[in-house]
């Protein structure tokens, strides 16, 4: 699994997105910044980017370890 086809799964699944994705083919660190995320709680955003992999989260991706903030909280550096 490449970084890239995470970085673009999510980004095609949830609108206007970013992310920036590392790993070594199994275990990954995702930032993930969207307007998508204002309001909702840490565990409900990570639930929007679990949907957004689907079966990649069951079946190809071992691990994710991600960072989730809208825009304004990524501006303000939280």
Do not use: C, W
């Amino acid at each position: 699994m490449k970084e890239s086809y995470i970085k673009e799964k999510i980004e095609n699944s949830i609108p206007n997105t970013t992310v920036e994705v590392t790993g070594d083919g199994v275990h990954f660190e995702a930032v993930i910044v969207s307007i998508s995320f204002e309001g909702l709680s840490t565990l409900e955003r990570h639930k929007v980017v679990y949907s957004a992999l689907g079966d990649d989260m069951k079946e190809r991706i071992h691990a994710l370890s991600m960072k989730t903030f809208t825009p304004i909280e990524q501006e303000k550096g939280d």
